[in-house]
């Protein structure tokens, strides 16, 4: 049964609507309400300097984000990324700290980082271990690395110059930059490029994309890689936005950034999703946050209020799959 | 005519943007198989999810054994006696045919109520023999072939006493052989007084099983008849609301060299020695049962699963295929039986799933270019006719028929040599069915090699212009157009014949 047999012969037309997808429209508005409300209750919240902030909080998890969004489409998880930037940030405050120059400090975080995604992405497309599996693993082993050789003590006296993320540019925080401007390429990279085309079809029927020619494994591998690149971007952000950086650094980093990414309209089930729903997700989770604090809510329902968020985008994922299936019948 | 143990009245049922069904009445009759055709999207399945209490009716009464009732949900609607079998199997693979039958209800023994195995596997022994088959009630069910699976359903809802069985497309995946067998075990179910709702796209199979048929059109009864006061032409100009000539609309197309050529294929398990030849214009067919090893076949050759022996030649060259890309890359194209689990990419649009396959060849600096994308993308949904109302539509809201046509575009906007099609109108409604058909003849003439894979022989004798009979993982014999029967194939694949044919010269032992 379907409404199609019914419904007017085929037209090629391009719906100019069609870049906001009901998820992330919802939650652009719900965004908005949001901002609306919290401007009422607490006049200070429009303050320029708290919407800085806002968005810095933003920045780390929003490029992080980016990275999930890849990972999830395909349909798969890194829940290993806390550990990668706690990795990333570490090695780069210490080669900060040894002197070594500072954009040399970053390269090489983005090199760790990207190497650590690639393994985790050979695990899982070539040794075909499950990806729950293989970055719950690598969440522990890198942790525990971590631990072991910073004995726990903080990283702190970094060079001026290390401290990239408190600086600003025409009064735009360069985090904030680095935010938008890897999430509108991103964005479009998902949207126009055949890569990004064959993500999805990865995700959505991992058999059909092999049948039609997309080299399946390579592409899970990438994805690995890229997230593992995407989550050092984050990681150099989050190493030198404060003045130390802590060897327990990005606790839970990883179900802040899933959380943002489902939000935003990612199925778990892989196949759909877009970069643009993740971002929103991002911020709205930083607003959450410090509406929180404004409006003088313990911090210790912050979590309560994540989890809620993700429980609630996932019953409404479900939700919007049954009526679609509904409607398209068997 | 006893009393129906299940009656439909005025039933109507809408779904956002689709009348499913209206006014439709319909009724069962204990020991009688009721079938049920029409076109896919004339409301068959939503008749017999309503009746399985999947679906609530907008309007109408639902009456079982003389009572108006309200089935609450599937379960409730089992409880009252109603067992469903659907394309999609119930079962549990890891459980053993035993556990499956009494699923839900094992027999217990003993104070604490623990599960009595030798009863439940006397009991369930018993109910396969009184459907007269013999299998191993200890076998886990997941190892079972789909036939067998079919029985263990059948068993399940004979064990439970049901008083209406509704068998969904049951022959779709079974070869003739277990047609025959599925057939003898549901007049079994008919005498033991079940009412059987049977929905079909293989019309002789009405005429062979069915007491009435229904005929649904676009959510409409057309009408309900006695099947002895019917034939198959009329039967299909209800579904269709218009006559088709023929079915099989086979138009003769030149026949050129060898497009592929393939020598002693091999692969442990899935090929053995295989070599054949396909020319440009021609249709060959690929005959045999189920399990036979004709997908296999397909899929080694198209490099899903490498060969490990033997030689293949495109167009005369020497090709190596070690993955499908290289195959592509080759000229072959591969329409695999599942639609669904391997062909399509349910949640993508139709767009992306036409181009899926030449996604590099639409990149410029980078990107897809999109006017190209829509304008090839177009071109298919109007040569093919695909039913959508845009091309962004996502493919999981199209019908079954549109569905495999766009499956098919995406193959042909590879540009193939030869065109590899696996059952490529399972499941379809008989006018997509006639449009592939006739896509297919349109192709041949067009010069492309092209392999059928289907196990309606009736399709296979229309369409072929060779037909290979594979079984054993092999190719057992050879006919050309018009030399051979429904029969000789059958008792080629199923090994009946002692000498193999050369050119459809095969001994019949009758």
């Known amino acids: ?330 | 005519m006893p009393e129906p143990i299940i009656e439909l009245r005025n039933i109507s049922k809408s779904f956002p943007g689709v009348q499913a069904l209206s006014d439709v009445s319909f009724d069962v009759c204990p020991g009688e198989v009721h079938a049920l055709v029409g076109e896919n999207g004339a409301g068959k399945s939503t008749l017999i999810k309503i009746i399985a209490g999947v679906y609530e009716p907008n309007a109408g009464t639902v009456r079982f054994d003389s009572q108006t009732v309200q089935m609450l949900n599937p379960r409730h609607a089992q409880e009252m006696g109603i067992a469903a079998i659907y394309q999609e199997s119930s079962l549990y693979n890891e459980l053993s045919v035993a556990e499956n039958i009494f699923m839900g209800r094992h027999p217990s023994a003993g104070k604490l109520g623990a599960v009595d195995w030798n009863a439940m596997f006397r009991e369930s022994e018993e109910v396969l023999n009184r459907l007269g088959v013999q299998m191993d009630v200890h076998a886990k069910v997941g190892g079972l072939s789909t036939a067998n699976r079919q029985r263990v359903e059948m068993a399940k809802a004979l064990s439970k006493n049901a008083k209406v069985l509704i068998m969904d497309e049951p022959t779709a995946s079974l070869s003739q052989h277990d047609v025959e067998a599925l057939f003898s075990t549901v007049r079994i179910l008919r005498e033991h007084g079940v009412g059987i709702i049977y929905i079909s796209h293989r019309l002789e199979e009405v005429f062979e099983l069915g007491d009435r048929v229904t005929v649904l059109r676009d959510g409409h009864r057309v009408d309900t008849k006695p099947v002895s006061e019917v034939n198959q032409g009329q039967l299909v100009s209800m579904m269709v609301g218009r006559t088709l000539d023929t079915l099989f609309p086979k138009r003769d197309a030149e026949i050129g060299a060898p497009v592929l050529r393939v020598k002693n294929l091999s692969r442990r398990g899935l090929v053995s020695d295989v070599s054949f030849e396909v020319r440009s214009g021609e249709i060959v067919g690929l005959a045999g049962l189920v399990g036979a090893g004709r997908s296999e076949l397909a899929q080694v050759l198209f490099g899903i699963y490498p060969a490990e022996s033997g030689t293949v030649e495109i167009s005369g060259k020497p090709a190596v295929i070690r993955n499908p890309r290289q195959a592509m890359a080759l000229g072959l194209a591969y329409v695999p039986e599942d639609r669904q689990s391997q062909g399509l990419i349910l949640p993508m649009k139709v767009r992306e799933n036409i181009t899926m396959a030449i996604l590099e060849t639409l990149t410029r600096f980078g990107f897809v270019s999109y006017g190209r994308e829509d304008q090839i993308a177009q071109s298919y949904v109007d040569r093919l006719q695909i039913r959508t109302p845009s091309l962004s539509q996502l493919a999981m809201n199209l019908s079954g028929g549109n569905q495999q046509k766009i499956v098919v575009s995406k193959w042909l906007a590879s540009a193939p040599k030869v065109l590899i099609l696996d059952e490529p109108t399972r499941g379809i409604d008989i006018g997509a069915k006639a449009e592939i058909h006739r896509l297919m003849s349109q192709l041949a003439q067009q010069g492309l090699g092209i392999v059928m894979i289907s196990s309606e022989l009736p399709e296979i004798l229309g369409m072929s212009d060779r037909i290979l009979v594979v079984r054993k993982n092999t190719i057992v014999g050879e006919y050309l157009r018009g030399q051979a029967t429904q029969e000789q194939i059958i008792a080629t694949a199923m090994g009946l014949d002692n000498q193999v044919a050369e050119g459809g010269k095969t001994v019949e032992r009758n």
């Open chain 1, 1 to 330: 049964m379907n409404a199609t047999d019914a419904a007017t012969p085929t037209k090629a037309r391009r719906n100019v609507f069609s870049l906001v997808q009901s998820q992330e429209a919802t939650l652009a508005v719900f965004l908005v309400i949001l901002l609306a409300g919290l401007a009422i209750a607490t006049p200070a919240f429009m303050d320029p300097q708290n919407i800085r902030d806002i968005l810095v909080n933003a920045s780390f998890p929003a490029i992080a984000a980016i990275g999930m969004t890849l990972v999830i489409i395909s349909a798969e998880i890194d829940i290993s990324i806390g550990a990668i930037l706690a990795v990333v940030a570490v090695l780069t405050g210490n080669l900060a700290l040894i002197g070594v120059p500072i954009p040399l400090v970053f390269l090489i975080g983005l090199i760790a980082g990207t190497l650590l995604g690639a393994l985790n992405g050979a695990l899982v497309a070539y040794a075909r271990i499950p990806s729950i599996i293989v970055t719950l693993g690598a969440l522990s082993f890198w942790r525990g690395l971590v631990i072991y050789f910073t004995q726990g003590a903080w990283i702190y006296n970094m060079p001026e110059a290390f401290h990239f993320a408190q600086r600003s540019w025409l009064g735009v925080p360069i985090p904030v930059w680095m935010m938008a401007v890897l999430v509108v390429l991103a964005g479009l990279f998902m949207r126009f490029s055949p890569l990004g085309r064959q993500f999805y079809a990865v995700g959505g029927n991992r058999q059909a994309a092999l049948l039609a020619g997309i080299p399946v494994r390579r592409r899970l591998f990438l994805v690995f890689m890229l997230n593992g690149t995407f989550t050092a971007i984050a990681a150099s952000i989050y190493a030198s936005r404060f003045s130390v950086v802590q060897s327990n650094a990005g606790l839970g980093f990883e179900f802040q950034v899933i959380t943002a990414v489902v939000i935003g309209g990612t199925s778990i089930m892989g196949g759909t999703g877009s970069i643009w729903g993740s971002f929103l997700g991002a911020v709205l989770m930083a607003v959450i946050a410090t509406g929180m604090t404004f409006l003088k809510v313990s911090p210790y329902w912050l979590q309560t209020v994540q989890g809620s968020l993700i429980l609630l985008a996932v019953i409404l994922d479900v939700l919007r799959r049954r009526r679609a299936g509904a409607a398209a019948g068997p």
